[in-house]
């Protein structure tokens, strides 16, 4: 059904413009208008409808009242001076979660797939050599980007859950000699957190730059940039950090920064061409920031808040809560009778848990009824760990003990009520 209102709002400045004068341009939007067949859809007419649900998977998670007021504020021009103002706080508070100094820090108008796209197309040119860590879906994603732009990738592959001892890092770069070495920190279709001291200088040695994907554990698990000597970092801003999707911050040293801006080819993309982005970011020393493409000017507001958020609660605060929250919910996981993923602890990633899945269950059965009758989404593995897993994110925001007790009833209601042996 129509709503009176919309179509009152639609049709008023039109109707002004048809009945006041029998002008050339009344005329055509009179044909133009007469020339419409398909009409509006019913469904446009209706109010936007989203549940509240809990977001309990490997995100989004749910966005705190605080950062959904900052991105509902009125929009000001991606271009004014507070903008500026906004978009140099948001690198600082970047600066702060990746613990690094890089002023070439900023956040990429998309989600965590641009900032993967644009370390790629940035750092590598056609014909190099790529060495990629696969030990879930982000390694294969990232050298699935790399092969696209023309890349030689050398693909480090171990079944999800597994990890990379540093020696076998360091004799692969010395096979391949790439210019580039991907991991990702924290793997959310595997639930592993992968060690990371001691890589950096390894790629130092072998004149490669280190790369490395926090999407789902930035501010859940402790990770310095600066310190771990990590070339490259990106994130999202949809997890730990609790802003909506479509933002995501990234960073490059200036090892990273020689390499991106002594290019004999451009960037096969223009919208992330490094080289643009920085003066778009204020990162490039010029005093004129140059029109280059719209920023989410309400993304960049949430982001801002969250950042702020994670600022006021201090990394290492964060970095704990998850910790003990995620220490809390495998306990009650074990009680249960649930078995986790990754067995070593120190491997486990905090932001994202996963089960086994249990034996004579069938795993979306039990998610379905899950987000049916407990209003929550969990979710099953991803790419090579589909079958294999079940996945209950807390993270920011929902990373409390009251949160993972909800999860925890809602499983057992699941293994209670789902019939077994139809996997
Ligand atoms: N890397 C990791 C580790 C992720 O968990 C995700 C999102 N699930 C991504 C990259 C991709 O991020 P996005 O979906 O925001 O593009």
Not at 85 to 99: H, L, R, S, T
Not at 113 to 124: G, I, L, P, R
Request: glycine share 8%; with cysteine; hydrophobic share 40%.
């Amino acid at each position: 059904m129509a709503r009176p209102d919309a179509l009152l709002v639609q049709t008023a400045p039109f109707e002004n413009l048809l009945y006041s004068k029998n002008t050339h341009a009344a005329s055509c939007i009179h044909r133009s208008l007469g020339s419409v067949t398909i009409p509006p859809p019913a469904c446009m007419l209706r109010p936007l409808e989203a549940p509240l649900r809990y977001l309990f998977g490997p995100g989004p998670s749910n966005v705190p009242p605080r950062v959904l007021a900052a991105g509902g504020r009125p929009i000001i021009g991606h271009l004014h001076p507070e903008m500026y103002e906004i978009m140099n706080d948001i690198k600082k508070g970047i600066q702060y979660a990746f613990q690094t100094k890089n002023n070439m820090t900023i956040a990429m108008s998309g989600s965590g797939h641009t900032a993967m796209e644009c370390a790629v197309f940035n750092t590598v040119e056609p014909g190099e050599s790529v060495v990629v860590a696969v030990n879930g879906i982000w390694g294969e994603r990232v050298a699935e980007i790399a092969e696209r732009m023309g890349a030689r990738v050398h693909r480090m592959v171990k079944a999800p859950g597994g990890y990379y001892s540093n020696e076998e890092i360091e004799q692969t770069l010395a096979k391949h000699k790439p210019v580039l070495f991907f991991l990702t920190h924290g793997e959310s279709s595997a639930g592993l957190v992968h060690p990371v001291d001691g890589i950096g200088d390894i790629c130092l040695r072998h004149n490669c730059l280190f790369l490395v994907d926090s999407v789902a554990s930035l501010g859940g698990a402790p990770l310095f940039m600066d310190e771990q000597k990590i070339d490259i970092l990106y994130t999202g801003s949809q997890k730990a950090l609790n802003a909506p999707p479509g933002t995501a911050p990234i960073s490059f040293n200036e090892r990273a920064c020689k390499k991106m801006f002594n290019r004999k080819t451009k960037p096969v993309s223009y919208l992330l061409d490094m080289t643009h982005l920085s003066n778009y970011w204020g990162c490039d020393g010029k005093t004129a920031r140059i029109y280059h493409h719209t920023g989410p000017v309400s993304g960049f507001f949430s982001l801002r808040e969250s950042l702020s958020i994670l600022a006021e609660k201090g990394l290492e605060n964060s970095w704990r809560q998850h910790k003990e929250v995620a220490e809390y919910l495998w306990k009650g996981l074990e009680d249960l009778g649930l078995k986790l993923f990754i067995k070593d602890k120190d491997l486990r990633l905090p932001c994202v848990t996963t089960i086994s899945i249990p034996q004579g269950y069938n795993w979306r059965e039990l998610l379905t009824y899950i987000m049916k009758h407990h209003q929550m989404e969990m979710t099953g593995g991803l790419g090579p760990s589909v079958g294999m897993v079940l996945r209950v994110g807390l993270m920011g925001y929902n990373c409390n003990k009251a949160n993972a007790d909800l999860a925890l009833a809602a499983l057992a209601d699941a293994l209670k009520v789902c019939p077994k042996s139809k996997a």
